[in-house]
């Protein structure tokens, strides 16, 4: 069974900097579009980032275009989310999730990922 574990999240203050990785056990992500959602409190899930890890295409929403970083991490089951100058609204529990053969234009849409982390929680707050 494909197992997804997020770690990273923490208690931070506003404008600082977070991050989190994404680790599958059994195999790699190679062939996979990895992507990190979030949910706060009250709130639906939704997306943040999502990787596709042949060819590297990257898709973001827009409040985090520019301070988020979704790559890839220097072993081949890994997947990095950098999270810098990180806001109040940015609180939620982060989750990753990976799929196989995704097309770019789905990258963002929950239901074409059908493997789940338990996610990973983040706080910003002074």
């Known amino acids: 069974q494909v197992q997804l574990v997020e770690s990273g999240g923490e208690l931070v203050q506003p404008g600082t900097s977070l991050r989190l990785s994404c680790t599958t056990s059994g195999r790699t992500f190679r062939g996979y579009t990895v992507g990190w959602f979030r949910q706060a409190p009250g709130k639906e899930r939704e997306f943040v980032a999502a990787?596709?890890?042949?060819?590297?295409?990257?898709r973001y929403t827009d409040s985090v275009k520019g301070r988020f970083t979704i790559s890839r991490g220097t072993a081949e089951n890994t997947v990095i989310l950098q999270m810098n100058s990180l806001q109040p609204d940015d609180s939620a529990v982060y989750y990753c999730a990976s799929a196989t053969g995704m097309i770019i234009s789905s990258m963002t849409q929950q239901l074409q990922y059908h493997d789940w982390g338990q996610g990973t929680q983040v706080t910003v707050s002074s």
């Open positions: 990787l596709r890890w042949t060819g590297g295409a990257t």
